[in-house]
């Protein structure tokens, strides 16, 4: 069966397609590398140089390759630059997936099921004592939030009224082996690359400097990759699912775990709110739990992270 990864040149894209890969899909990646490289790509890949707002283009690498499954993992990713540039987030979110779900449905086409990328942005701050389970309500504070919470509505429509079975991921926050560090994102990845180079890690209050900071739930790529085989196999029975821990981390105590594992000596230093940032975001793990088991432990992920980190 062939699998299309679009976004699969990215940091979570590419250990999706890897996944697919081993499992014995053939797999091809539609990517136009504004985030994504090349180094992630496994050697002899099938790559599409495409970007997704780019119609004709996305229509026929989808009829070249025609995938039985598609995996939509391309997006613009960036909460921060979605809030200075609401424009893109709707064109790359909200169009571009609308060409690829048009080019699913094209003459000659016939993809059995699609899988996307969403996020926990979608639901917005959760108060003290919560976790959102998919049911939740959804508050977006960001474009980024609010255009993937469009596509996902969008998916649901398609399904009904196009026949596209699909199933919606909704992702904490993810890290892991060749996560990019990008100043305003990725914070483990960020902390890393500060502690590796030995820079102070800066820890962004939650409502003032020296708080602690936010309270963010982390999830390992290799779990991320494995709950995307399940779901493009067909065997999530729920059209929605969470793919997280369900466990709280403060941006300090990360930043303090990263410290010690590097072991640089780099300093944790404590910076005011920034804004824009989710006081707390923590999701109910129980349906990617009864399909995956239990998931990496942070310690345990943070150490394999380490390693690719010091290997590369
Ligand atoms: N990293 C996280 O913590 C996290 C959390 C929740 C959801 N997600 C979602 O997971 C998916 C993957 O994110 P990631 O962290 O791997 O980011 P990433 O930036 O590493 O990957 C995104 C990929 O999409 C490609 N891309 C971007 N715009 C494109 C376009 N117009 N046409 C074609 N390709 C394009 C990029 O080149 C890149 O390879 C995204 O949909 C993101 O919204 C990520």
């Not at 424009?87 to 899988?115: F, K, P, S, T």
């Not at 969403?118 to 917005?124: M, V």
Request: proline residues 4%; glycine residues 10%; hydrophobic residues 40%.
């Amino acid at each position: 069966m062939r699998v299309l990864v679009t976004g699969g040149a990215g940091f979570i894209g590419s250990h999706v397609a890897a996944l697919a890969e081993e499992s014995g899909y053939e797999v091809a990646v539609l990517d136009d590398f504004s985030t994504g490289s090349r180094a992630n790509l496994r050697p002899g890949a099938r790559v599409y140089d495409v970007d997704l707002r780019d119609r004709e283009a996305t229509t026929s690498a989808v009829r070249d390759f025609a995938p039985d499954l598609v995996s939509h993992q391309a997006a613009q990713v960036s909460v921060a630059r979605s809030r200075r540039e609401p424009l893109l987030d709707a064109q790359v979110n909200v169009v571009g997936g609308l060409h690829l779900l048009e080019a699913c449905g094209a003459a000659g086409v016939r993809v059995e099921r699609l899988v996307f990328a969403s996020t926990a942005a979608i639901y917005g701050d959760l108060l003290e004592g919560e976790r959102a389970h998919e049911g939740s309500r959804v508050e977006p504070l960001s474009p980024y939030g609010v255009t993937k919470l469009a596509f996902e509505q969008l998916l649901a429509f398609w399904e009904k009224q196009r026949g596209l079975t699909s199933r919606v991921l909704r992702y904490s926050n993810v890290y892991g082996p060749r996560q990019a560090p990008r100043g305003e994102s990725g914070v483990v990845a960020e902390f890393f690359a500060a502690a590796r180079g030995g820079r102070a890690l800066t820890v962004f209050g939650r409502r003032r400097a020296g708080d602690g900071g936010c309270e963010r739930d982390y999830v390992y790529v290799g779990d991320v990759a494995r709950a995307n085989l399940l779901a493009l196999r067909g065997e999530l029975p729920h059209a929605v699912t969470n793919v997280a821990t369900g466990r709280a981390t403060s941006t300090r105590a990360l930043a303090e775990r990263i410290a010690a594992l590097v072991g640089t000596g780099a300093p944790v230093r404590d910076a005011p709110p920034r804004a824009g940032d989710a006081e707390r975001s923590l999701l109910d793990p129980s349906r990617v739990e009864s399909v995956l088991g239990a998931l990496t432990p942070l310690e345990a992920g943070l150490l394999e992270t380490a390693r690719w980190y010091r290997e590369h």
